[in-house]
């Protein structure tokens, strides 16, 4: 949540440009409001330029110079107007502040400051950090007055200081994630990559509790506790220049879609020494559970029933209602903590409290260098690279792959595991045609007046309907509401009124009947049946047909979900990379 970029020694002079350009690359972690500050050439003092709404093609107007810093912000205390927007400045205009996460107390600091004399201009928690560097940068070195206000930050944050003085970037992590780029004379922050791929892939991921100063001689490393300096040792990620890029689609979200055709059968080039180690502890006894959020916590349930069809017993739990169920959680427990991000405050929360019991933590990550991937004692990195629309699509796909790969492993069915995805990857490739897309369009066009739609699948198609709803949903902003078949004629029929819109999705398996007769109750009821399965029926008004994988057209019968959502969306208005009030990183509670 939020965006931060600065960089220091911009090659062109154009520091305030080169930051709004790299801002324009994060803005899925917050787009509220958006702001950069300069330390500009021949001034006094530092200048901002900020305003409210998405980056969009913003331009800016601020002045040439060799240093600056931005933000985009996913607002948390302060409403979202111009002033609240970051950066915030001191009284002097001299320290530029940007923050993600959420100062707890800052009433308190900001009531001392106020005593002070200190004169505030907006209503949010960001703003007394700039004023706390200030009253303590009177009697201390900048760097000593940075780390000992980041101390005093009660909650889980990132701030970035522009100090006009030293002309540099001073910038502390406890719990929200930032990265230093090592360009060529060019030195940089963010909190995501993306940000300076352009220029570098030699980055330094910060801990808790560590500073970095970015000056034009480099780059230093400290410890916040002790203020000491310490040995910092980048790392070179195999991360390409079109990872950040749309690379001619319209959206990132249509490419990462696309994307899957490579990211699935990747699974399988990768973890397999970590999969069979883990396999191994799985059957000597130890318990698995499944864990993570929102999309995530979807998968955590699709693995349940991969699990399951290998005579194996689990717990898929979302992280946000973890904690009644954390007791049953030991030292022979194996924690699945699934998640895109790595940053998910709810995630890391259920994670730490399995830790605290003993329990061995198994980050399946997509993104590098995250707070998770710390925290684990096993690390399943799938490998889908940066995943820059908010909507997760890719890094799903690539998580519940690679824990069906395991599921196989614990039977000693690992390389029957691999032939399969890598059969699935072939199938899709041929499969996402020109004349698929053009039916989902159609069908697209058919449902964007409705309002509402329900979802019905049993087994492993029930996962798969409430992570298909949830993309309509979050890309469209239409009511998708999805059921398990049976749970159907216990209540939710009454939903069902003529040409209601009912998404029936099945596989080619032994309970296909039991749920193509759940869709003649719908349909029996005026319901508008469109299926979404590799065979056809008469209960079916529409199908959009998908390949007849077994247990694995899930994949597809998702696809066509995030596809389904994209064009809907699109047709509606909405933005598909940046739905409204979301974040790609949700790193509060
Ligand atoms: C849905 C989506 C969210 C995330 C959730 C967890 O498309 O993106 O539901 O899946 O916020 O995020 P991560 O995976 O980063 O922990």
Not at 108 to 127: M, N
Not at 165 to 186: E, F, K, Y
Not at 443 to 471: Q, R, S, V
Request: aromatic share 8%; hydrophobic share 40%; charged share 25%.
């Amino acid at each position: 949540m939020c965006g931060i970029f600065g960089i220091i020694n911009d090659k062109k002079n154009q520091a305030a440009q080169t930051v709004l350009e790299g801002l324009k690359k994060l803005e899925y972690r917050g787009y509220d409001s958006w702001g950069v500050s300069i330390i500009p050439q021949g001034k006094q003092e530092i200048l901002v330029e900020k305003h409210i709404g998405k980056i969009g093609n913003a331009q800016t107007n601020l002045p040439s110079g060799l240093i600056a810093l931005g933000h985009t912000r996913w607002a948390t205390h302060g409403g979202v107007t111009d002033r609240n927007a970051h950066p915030h400045l001191d009284c002097d205009k001299k320290i530029a502040v940007i923050h993600n996460g959420i100062v707890e107390n800052y009433q308190e600091i900001k009531a001392e400051l106020l005593e002070k004399g200190h004169q505030f201009v907006s209503e949010t928690d960001t703003e007394v950090i700039a004023h706390q560097i200030e009253e303590k940068s009177k009697s201390k070195k900048i760097n000593e007055a940075i780390f000992e206000t980041f101390k005093l930050l009660r909650g889980s944050n990132a701030i970035a200081v522009l100090d006009f003085d030293s002309q540099t970037v001073i910038a502390c992590r406890n719990g929200s994630p930032l990265v230093v780029g090592l360009g060529l004379a060019q030195f940089f922050l963010a909190s995501d990559v993306p940000a300076f791929l352009k220029e570098t892939n030699k980055v330094y991921f910060l801990n808790d509790g560590e500073a970095v100063v970015l000056s034009n001689s480099g780059v230093k490393l400290y410890d916040i506790d002790s203020e000491k300096e310490k040995i910092l040792i980048p790392q070179v990620l195999d991360w390409r220049l079109e990872d950040a890029e749309k690379s001619g689609y319209p959206h990132f979200l249509l490419k990462e879609i696309y994307e899957q055709l490579k990211t699935i059968p990747k699974t399988t080039s990768i973890n397999e020494k970590e999969i069979k180690e883990l396999a191994k502890k799985i059957k000597l006894g130890y318990k698995v559970v499944l864990t993570g959020c929102g999309t995530a916590s979807y998968c955590a349930l699709t693995t349940k029933y991969f699990f399951a069809e290998q005579g194996i017993d689990t717990a898929a739990i979302p992280s946000y209602e973890f904690m009644p169920f954390a007791k049953f959680v030991d030292k022979k427990t194996l924690v699945f903590a699934i998640s895109q991000s790595g940053e998910t405050a709810d995630t890391l929360i259920a994670v730490k409290e399995a830790k605290k019991r003993g329990a061995e933590i198994v980050a399946v990550i997509n993104a590098r260098g995250s707070t998770l991937e710390r925290l684990a004692d096993t690390v399943l990195s799938v490998g889908a690279g940066p995943e820059i629309a908010v909507v997760s699509t890719k890094a799903f796909t690539s998580q519940l792959s690679t824990l069906y790969l395991l599921a196989t492993a614990v039977t000693d069915r690992y390389e029957e595991g691999k032939n399969k995805i890598n059969k699935l990857g072939e199938v899709l490739r041929d499969w996402l045609n020109p004349v698929l897309i053009n039916r989902l369009i159609d069908t697209a066009k058919n449902l964007m007046d409705e309002e509402h739609m329900y979802l019905i699948g049993k087994h492993l198609n029930y996962p798969a309907t409430l992570e298909f709803a949830l993309k309509i949903k979050e890309t469209s902003y239409i009511h998708a509401e999805p059921f398990a078949a049976g749970e159907l004629k216990h209540g939710v029929i009454t939903l069902i009124q003529k040409e209601t819109p009912c998404f029936v999705l099945a596989s080619k398996d032994e309970i296909k009947e039991e749920v193509l007769s759940s869709a003649a109750e719908i349909k029996a009821r005026g319901g508008f049946i469109i299926g979404i399965a590799p065979f056809e029926s008469n209960e079916f008004d529409v199908l959009i047909k998908t390949p007849d994988l077994g247990n694995l057209t899930i994949f597809a019968n998702i696809i066509v979900g995030q596809l389904l959502g994209y064009y809907l969306g699109v047709g509606r208005g909405a933005d598909p990379d940046k739905p409204r009030n979301l974040a790609k990183s949700v790193t509060v509670k």
